[in-house]
């Protein structure tokens, strides 16, 4: 029985000798956790744009506390959920739309309250169908001529913009970006050059938004939204 007793001794004096050699992990010793340097996003709201786009976006931390972020977006006549009867004045519509912007987020990283300066701008680009009245000076028309000339309009703006970023569903890499903003916008519309004349425009019903409506001048501008993005 003291024979037993003995052998049972000897795994248990190895395995202490083992815990007693080996050296503990120090927690600084240990890499440490890379933070996010880059945000991929979609803006889900550019669809419902009344010159909607598929807009895609990617921001870039510089430092701790900056960053650059950069949108790029595209939509054609197809993809317009307002289309009315205005569009039978305007055909083959296509919309494309770019952003530039610096953050500054106030407690550090790409997570948390940011402000921002934002650059903008927008291009829409249709073909432009109507009728022409020649030699109306007098009063009745001599004849009528149906038309179609390009037709694009242009939009520069700025905004002053709050924001925050947060993780969404306790996911470190997926994100919500909600942001709002106030600023000027200005825009021009060129249109191919016409003889001169009265001229008409076919279109029936209710119109809600004139994608080709224009301004003399620099008026106040809204940006708000919310986008989705992916971190790493």
């Known amino acids: 029985m003291k024979t037993s007793r003995r052998i049972w001794l000897v795994p248990l004096l190895l395995v202490c000798q083992l815990a007693l050699q080996a050296q503990p992990i120090e927690l600084s010793s240990l890499p440490p956790k890379s933070n996010p340097q880059w945000v991929v996003k979609f803006a889900p709201f550019s ?10 976006g990617i921001e870039r931390l510089i430092g701790e506390r900056h960053s650059i972020h950069a949108e790029v977006g595209y939509g054609w006549e197809g993809l317009n959920l307002w289309r009315n009867a205005q569009y039978s004045r305007y055909s083959g519509v296509e919309n ?22 934002e ?14 009245g020649i030699g109306c000076e007098t009063g009745q028309c001599q004849y009528y001529q149906l038309f179609t000339r390009p ?22 890499r997926l994100v919500g970006d909600f942001y709002g903003g106030i600023g000027l916008r200005k825009n021009t519309v060129n249109r191919a050059a016409q003889p001169d004349g009265f001229y008409y425009y076919p279109a ?8 080709f409506s224009s301004n003399q001048y620099a008026i106040i ?12």
């Open 47 to 56: 669809l419902f744009d009344p010159t909607n786009t598929f807009q895609f």
């Open 96 to 117: 494309w739309r770019g952003r530039a912007e610096w953050r500054y987020y106030w407690r550090g990283g790409l997570l948390g309250a940011y402000v921002a300066l």
């Open 119 to 132: 650059g903008l701008y927008k291009q829409v680009t249709a073909r432009e169908s109507g009728t022409i």
């Open 151 to 172: 037709i694009s309009k242009y939009v520069w703006g700025g905004h002053v913009k709050v924001g925050r970023q947060f993780s969404l569903f306790n996911n470190e």
């Open 204 to 211: 029936s019903g209710f119109t809600l938004f004139d994608p």
């Open 221 to 232: 501008s809204l940006s708000y939204g919310l986008k989705i993005g992916y971190t790493f």
